[in-house]
């Protein structure tokens, strides 16, 4: 069965920086790509963030380029993302999902975790 | 970037009612689309991709159709575990999902 468990959230004063964690199981890590899509209070569905299988391909929202880092590691079959600079706008539940792919390219999202809430606010 | 816009934002409908969203893109995504339903509180779950082909386990009352940048989901016979709101996304470069459309209970 496959099972995505997000970590990290919390509340972070403006300008911050969190990271979060996405434990994988039931399914082999490093064949698929994986992904972060998140949900601002009462709005729809943003991708964020992806990384392929191997990790050497990324893509990022423009909201996220040059402020998030998304990663992966194949021996603890665990996603992370790194997030800097937040800003309120960064308010949202952030989603761990995983791609029915190997590849970013055309991104489809079979599998989903739980959520975690990420609030910015002083 | 590639836009997608559904209409109509919500509708309300009925027990064994026949539903259908509309998902438009802006410029051809060819068959890039996918359509995820969810509930209040949850996940996302995916129902539809490759515009037209059933996710294993989704009840065969929902169908997709279309190509290009005019794609349809339609519920066959509403259900009352079906009121929910529906996304697509294009699966085409950007992962755009559209804003949305709320099925609820007429």
């Known amino acids: 069965e496959v099972q995505l468990l997000e970590s990290g959230g919390g509340l972070v004063q403006p300008g911050g920086s969190l990271r979060l964690s996405c434990a994988a199981s039931?399914?082999?890590?490093?064949?698929?790509?994986m992904g972060w899509v998140r949900q601002a209070p009462g709005k729809g569905l943003e991708w964020v963030s992806g990384?392929?299988?191997?990790?050497?391909?990324?893509y990022y929202a423009d909201s996220a380029k040059g402020r998030f880092a998304i990663s992966r590691d194949k021996s603890k079959s665990t996603l992370y993302l790194e997030m800097k600079s937040l800003r309120a706008e960064d308010t949202a539940i952030y989603y761990c999902?995983?791609?029915?792919?190997?590849?970013?390219?055309?991104?489809?999202?079979?599998?989903w975790g739980q959520g975690t809430l990420v609030s910015v606010s002083s | 970037d590639i836009q997608m816009t559904q209409s109509p934002s919500s509708l309300s409908a009925s027990v064994g009612d026949r539903v259908t969203i509309t998902c438009r893109a802006s410029?051809?995504?060819?068959?890039?689309l996918n359509w995820y339903q969810q509930k209040p509180g949850k996940a996302p779950k995916l129902l539809i991709y490759?515009?037209?082909v059933l996710e294993s386990g989704v009840p065969s009352r929902f169908s997709g159709s279309g190509s290009g940048t005019d794609f349809t989901l339609t519920i066959s016979s509403l259900q009352p575990e079906d009121f929910a709101t529906y996304y697509c996304?294009?699966?085409?470069?950007?992962?755009?999902f559209g804003q949305g459309t709320k099925v609820d209970i007429k």
């Open positions: 999902a995983k791609d029915s792919h190997y590849g970013i390219s055309n991104p489809r999202f079979d599998y």
């Open positions: 039931g399914f082999t890590f490093s064949s698929f790509a």
């Open positions: 990384i392929s299988g191997s990790g050497d391909s990324t």
């Open positions: 410029q051809n995504i060819y068959s890039h």
């Open positions: 490759a515009a037209s």
């Open positions: 996304q294009s699966s085409y470069s950007s992962g755009t």
